[in-house]
C-alpha cells in the first residue's frame, strides 16, 4: 500500500484519549439487574429508536464506567459536539453504514480459501475503492465543518482525514488500486530448478496498460519468447497456474490492508453510533422541557454526591413530562437513609441517582440543572424482588443470594443502592441483617444509599450518630399528600400505610394506633 505522510496507527478516539472503545466487550454479570432496577432499558431505547448498533454501543458505553476525571471530560466535551452539529454527526455515520453494507455485498468477509485469485484480487481492489470512496466523503466533511467542532475527540478526528487520509494518500491509493487490476498483464519473473521445473516465482510491479512508445520499446528489448502451440492443451492452465500463483500475494496484501481499513471505519461508526444515541436521548428529553447538564466528576473526594433538580429521566419520558426534581446538598456521606410514606417517590429518587451515576461516567449529560459526584468503581443495585413462578426459593432466600454475588464482585469505591431490601423477613431480623451488611460496606469504603421500611434499621443508625450517615425523608403534607419530593429529616416509625386504606377503601383506618416501643 502506499505510504503517503506519516502512517501511524489509525484510530479515531473519539470515546477515549488513549485507547480505542470495543463495543464487542462482554457485559457486567450484573447488567441486567442493573438495567432492569434503574429503569435503564427506556433509555437506551430512546437511545437506539429501533437502531440495533446504537442499542449495543450505548450498553457498553454505560456499563463499563470511565475512571478518571479527565476521560469523563474528554467524553463530555466530544458529546456536546455531537448534539451541537448533530447533521454532520448523522451524516458521517450514514457514509460509513453504506459502505459496509456495500462491502459485505462483494464477499470480501468470506473466507478465500479455494477461491480463485483473480477472482479474489477483483474483490479486494472493488472493497478497498468502497472504503477509499468513504473515507473522501469524511474528509470532504470535514473540511466544510471542522470549524464548528472543538473537542479535543474530533480535532484528533478531524487531523486523520486532512493530514493521513488526505488528497496525496487518496490519489496514490487510487492509482495503485487501478495498476493492481495489471490493465498492461501480468509480468512475473521466475526461474528454473533442478529438474527444469518452474520456481521462484516473483510478482513484478505492474505496468500500466501498454500504449504504442511502450509496446515499441518492449519490442526491442524482447531476448526470449515462447508462443504456445495451437494444439498445447496442457500450456494454457500451466501459463493460468503461474499467474495466479504471483497474484496470491497481492490478494493478502490487500487483505491485510482491508481489514486494516475495515476495523478503524467499524470503530468510528461504532463511536459513532453511540454519539447518535446522545442526539437522540437529548431530543426526546428536550421535546419534554426537561433540563440537562453535564456532571462535575470529584475524583478526590470519597462518597461525595451534590445535585440540583434531579429527575428520573425514564420516568419522565414514559409520563411525558418532566417528573419531580429533587436537590440534595454537597456532603461527603458514605450512607444515606431514606424512609418515609409509602408511595411517596423514594424509589424514584433512588433510580434517579442511579442513573446519573451511570451516565456521568459514560461521560453523557444528566436530568439535573447541577450534578456533581465522586468516581464510582462499579454501580450495583439490590431492589425487592416480587415473588413470581420462576423462583426456586423464597424471597429473602433469593435476596441473601444476590447479596452474595454482589460482595462477590465489588471493589472498593463502589456504590451501592438498596431499596426495601431484606423485608421479606420479620422486621427484627431484616434489620440485623441489613445493619450487618451496611457496616461492613462501609467500613470497606463503599458508597450505599438505603431505601426502607425498616423502623429498626434506621432506629439502629440514628442511635450511632456517625457524622458519615445523612438521613432523607420522603415528603408529606398534614393532609397526607405525597409531594414526591425526598428532604433531609429523621427517620419515622411510620410509612403511613393508613393513607394507602384510605384511598383503596375510601375512609378512614379508625381505630388503628401505629405501634412503638412505648405503645406496642
Known amino acids: 500500500m502506499p505510504e503517503a505522510g506519516n502512517r501511524e496507527k489509525i484510530a479515531s478516539r473519539l470515546l477515549h484519549p488513549d485507547r480505542d472503545f470495543d463495543p464487542d466487550a462482554p ?19 430512546k437511545m437506539a429508536r429501533n437502531d440495533g448498533e446504537i442499542r449495543k454501543v450505548s450498553q457498553a458505553a454505560i456499563l463499563f464506567p470511565l475512571g478518571s476525571e479527565n476521560s469523563i471530560r474528554y467524553r463530555q466535551d466530544v458529546v456536546r459536539d455531537s448534539i451541537a452539529n448533530k447533521d454532520s454527526i448523522r451524516k458521517m455515520r450514514s457514509i460509513l453504514q453504506a459502505a459496509v453494507k456495500k462491502a459485505r455485498s462483494h464477499l470480501f468477509w468470506i473466507t478465500r480459501s479455494g477461491r480463485n485469485p483473480e477472482f479474489a484480487l477483483h474483490e479486494s481492489i472493488s472493497v478497498m475503492g468502497i472504503y477509499l470512496s468513504a473515507l473522501t466523503e469524511l474528509r470532504e466533511i470535514t473540511k466544510g465543518e471542522k470549524q464548528n467542532f472543538t473537542s479535543e475527540g474530533f480535532s484528533k478526528l478531524f487531523y486523520l482525514f486532512t493530514e493521513i487520509f488526505d488528497e496525496e494518500y487518496s490519489a496514490s491509493m ?12 501480468v509480468r512475473i519473473s521466475g526461474g528454473l530448478g533442478v529438474r527444469s521445473e518452474l520456481t521462484g516465482f516473483s510478482l513484478l510491479r505492474p505496468e500500466a496498460a501498454r500504449g504504442m512508445k511502450r509496446a515499441l520499446a518492449r519490442v526491442k528489448d524482447r531476448r526470449y519468447t515462447y508462443v504456445l502451440p495451437p494444439r498445447d492443451e496442457h500450456g494454457p492452465e500451466e501459463l493460468s497456474n503461474i499467474r495466479a500463483r504471483g497474484i496470491i500475494s497481492v490478494v493478502k496484501v490487500l487483505d491485510e490492508a482491508g481489514e486494516k481499513v475495515f476495523n478503524f471505519i467499524r470503530s468510528l461508526s461504532s463511536e459513532l453510533a453511540f454519539l447518535e444515541g446522545c442526539i437522540n436521548l437529548a431530543e426526546d428529553l428536550g421535546a419534554i ?17 451534590s445535585f440540583s433538580s434531579l429527575y428520573d429521566m425514564a420516568l419522565s419520558l414514559n409520563l411525558g413530562i418532566r417528573a419531580v426534581p429533587n436537590d440534595l446538598q454537597a456532603g461527603e456521606k458514605r450512607l444515606t437513609i431514606i424512609t418515609g410514606a409509602n408511595r411517596g417517590g423514594k424509589s424514584t429518587f433512588l433510580r434517579s441517582v442511579g442513573q446519573a451515576a451511570l451516565m456521568m461516567q459514560a461521560g453523557m449529560f444528566v436530568g439535573a440543572t447541577e450534578f456533581s459526584s465522586s468516581l464510582y468503581s462499579g454501580v450495583y443495585t439490590h431492589f425487592k424482588r416480587e415473588e413470581d413462578r420462576s423462583m426456586e426459593q423464597g424471597k429473602f432466600d433469593e435476596e441473601l443470594g444476590r447479596m452474595d454475588r454482589i460482595v462477590d464482585h465489588l471493589a472498593t469505591g463502589s456504590l451501592i443502592l438498596f431499596n426495601e431490601s431484606f423485608a421479606a423477613t420479620n422486621a427484627k431480623e431484616g434489620s440485623e441483617i441489613a445493619g450487618e451488611i451496611v457496616d461492613a460496606l462501609m467500613d470497606s469504603h463503599m458508597t450505599v444509599i438505603f431505601v426502607t421500611h425498616l423502623a429498626e434499621l434506621a432506629q439502629y443508625f440514628t442511635e450511632r450518630g456517625n457524622g458519615e450517615i445523612r438521613f432523607l425523608v420522603a415528603e408529606r403534607t398534614s393532609h397526607g399528600e405525597r409531594t414526591f419530593r425526598i428532604l433531609p429529616g429523621k427517620p419515622e416509625n411510620t410509612s403511613y400505610g393508613s393513607d394507602l386504606f384510605e384511598k383503596v377503601f375510601g375512609e378512614p383506618l379508625a381505630g388503628y394506633t401505629i405501634p412503638t416501643e412505648e405503645n406496642p
Open 289 to 305: 422541557n426537561a433540563e440537562v447538564c453535564y456532571p462535575e466528576p470529584v475524583p478526590d473526594m470519597e462518597s461525595h454526591l
Open 27 to 45: 457485559l457486567p454479570w450484573n447488567w441486567e439487574d442493573t438495567f432492569k432496577d434503574l429503569e435503564m432499558n427506556t433509555l437506551i431505547e
Open 174 to 185: 487510487s492509482s495503485t488500486l487501478h495498476r493492481l487490476g495489471f490493465p498492461g498483464g
